[in-house]
């Protein structure tokens, strides 16, 4: 799987605005150019491994929490996500994105239960097509 820029890039913005830190700032402590580090967020520009584990480090945050859009087994980047962008919810938004959550999960769970009953129909098709 490739990585995404564009969404590596997001998640850098993303991080640094939550370090209330100016992209001139973020460029210095990487030893980078303003235009860099903007052409990084913008997707159009590609940091190299050094450079975003510089960025991972002063943002503090980790590799994955960048990565995540393009690593198959981001489980704990994405749990810390929906807790950061739920701190701020007050009671009665907690309440209703805890009951969105919920639903959505209940129908993906029902989804892949009527994707696999399909596979298995599909596999019996072919089988009792070859006996015909």
């Known amino acids: 799987m490739a990585v995404n820029i564009k969404a590596m890039g997001k998640r850098i913005k993303s991080a640094r605005?939550?370090?209330s830190m100016s992209q001139e700032h973020l460029a210095e402590l990487v030893n980078l150019s303003t235009v860099h580090i903007s052409n990084m967020e913008s997707g159009s520009g590609t940091p190299s491994l050094n450079t975003l584990v510089n960025i991972a480090n002063v943002l503090d945050v980790?590799?994955?929490?960048?990565?995540?859009?393009?690593?198959?087994?981001?489980?704990?980047?994405?749990?810390?996500?929906?807790?950061?962008?739920?701190?701020?919810?007050?009671?009665?938004?907690?309440?209703?994105?805890?009951y969105m959550i919920k639903a959505a999960k209940a129908a993906?769970?029902?989804?892949?239960?009527?994707?696999?009953?399909?596979?298995?129909?599909?596999?019996?098709k072919k089988g009792s097509g070859r006996k015909g």
């Open 108 to 124: 993906l769970r029902e989804d892949q239960d009527f994707r696999q009953k399909m596979k298995e129909y599909e596999e019996l």
């Open 62 to 98: 980790s590799t994955d929490d960048i990565l995540c859009d393009s690593i198959l087994c981001a489980k704990p980047a994405f749990e810390k996500e929906i807790l950061e962008t739920t701190k701020d919810c007050n009671d009665y938004e907690i309440r209703v994105l805890s």
């Open 17 to 19: 605005r939550r370090a």
